[in-house]
């Protein structure tokens, strides 16, 4: 087992994001937030409760997105479905998509076509903390990112956060 | 998470979990069903054939919106207008469906027990969509979904099923449901249309008089007389049924209490529901309609999970 990032630089990392989040959309006015259910939900929690505190109690306009019915692999392993909550339109919008690793990139190809599904977006942007480089099985990239680690497919990252009564850590086992 | 049966031949096979795993999924579908786009691409390599040997507006409409909203691909097949009607036997017409490469079946006949005996002999997921007077599943689940949705819970809920008990594939499969998820049960109507044994076989309570049925409930699932299953007159007329078991307005304001008020449909209308009550505040009647799509794509969705 392997520490990644520790409770400070996850702390330091979820800061950062939230800046680079800000830097490229100031004010959010035309941007919104949307969380990948359930474990993405974790970090967009974070990362929008740190942009409330950079723009004010201005309100942001803040998602949760489930892509169960988009999976590829609908046949071969069941998944418990979980809540979606897009209490907005998403056309022309700037849209951020927040997830804890960024793997194979299949979860981002489900929910980029789920996405449709809630109008069409102006552009649509990924944020990580983790991005598990050189094992992607699709062209898919992220533009935010925590931290970029080469890992074997054997391995696994996992993300504790203090949200699920853990300290915030992320470790390579 | 995933179901404990291959198919959804009726509430008794299914356990506890298996009923919570697709009230939460339905909870899903529903809001997928509020979207702009109102479907999902879950099932689209599935395909759906809609076997109905006895006539449906609701459950077939239902079951179709169902599978389209999931992208499935649909065949329809009614009785009437088939092959059926020239002498073909239910497993022939099945396997020469199945042929087509088909891999679920959606399935209503007024034989008790014909889609378990399908299930026996082919390889397809089957989907009761009513059989007889024995069970129709997913009729159930979307009157508990739609209970639990107006009340918030199951367990305890008092819950009077009233009317044509004898002939009701529903009354039987929502009591299967009800006690599973602990909730209270009694049955109420005319003592012809209540079956004798159903005390010692189910230990649910039974009321001849509708208004202390009302008295103690919290919902009230009303069901159609089945006119068409019952080939004696088990009560005098029509009217007199109206008169002492028919629920009105009137018998509703004169209650202490405000209760729930379901119906599977078709209605009656001025038979076992008066349009003031069918149509009033307390029904939530077209909610149960709007929800069954929901729990359909549910139990659709599971169980194509489980072919291999």
Known sequence: MKAILTEQQVALSIKRLAYEIYENHLNLDNTVIIGIQPRGIYLSDRIVEELKTIIGDKKIQYGKLDITFYRDDVRKSLHVANATDI??????????????????????????????????????????????????????????????????????????????????????? | MELSTRHLLGIKDLTKDDINLILSTAEQFKEVLQRPVKKVPSLRDVTIVNLFYENSTRTRMSFELAERRLSADVLNFAASSSSAAKGETLLDTVNNILSMKVDMVVMRHSASGAPHFLAKHIPAAIINAGDGINEHPTQALLDAFSM??????????????????????????????????????????????????????????????????LEWCDVANVLRIQLERQNQPLFSSLREYNIAYGINRRLLESLKKEIVIMHPGPINRGVELDSDVADGPFSIILNQVENGVAVRMAALYLLANRQE
């Open chain 1, 87 to 173: 209490p907005f339109s998403i056309e022309n919008k700037h849209v951020v998509i927040i997830d804890d690793v960024l793997w194979t990139g299949r979860t981002i190809r489900s929910a980029l076509d789920a996405l449709l599904d809630f109008g069409r977006a102006s552009t649509v942007e990924l944020c990580v903390l983790i991005d598990r480089r050189f094992s992607r099985e699709l062209p898919i990239h992220a533009d935010y990112v925590g931290a970029a680690i080469d890992t074997f497919s054997s391995q696994k990252v996992i993300v504790r956060w203090k949200q699920k009564g853990d300290k915030d850590e992320v470790v390579l086992m």
């Open chain 2, 148 to 213: 639990r949705e107006k009340t918030g819970r199951l367990e305890g809920l008092k819950v009077a099923i009233i009317g044509d008990i004898m002939h009701s594939r529903v009354a039987l499969s929502n009591i299967y449901l009800l006690t599973k998820m602990g909730a209270e049960i009694m049955v109420a109507g005319p003592p012809t249309l209540i079956p004798k044994y159903i005390t010692d076989a189910f230990g649910i309570r039974v009321e001849y008089n509708i208004k202390k049925a």
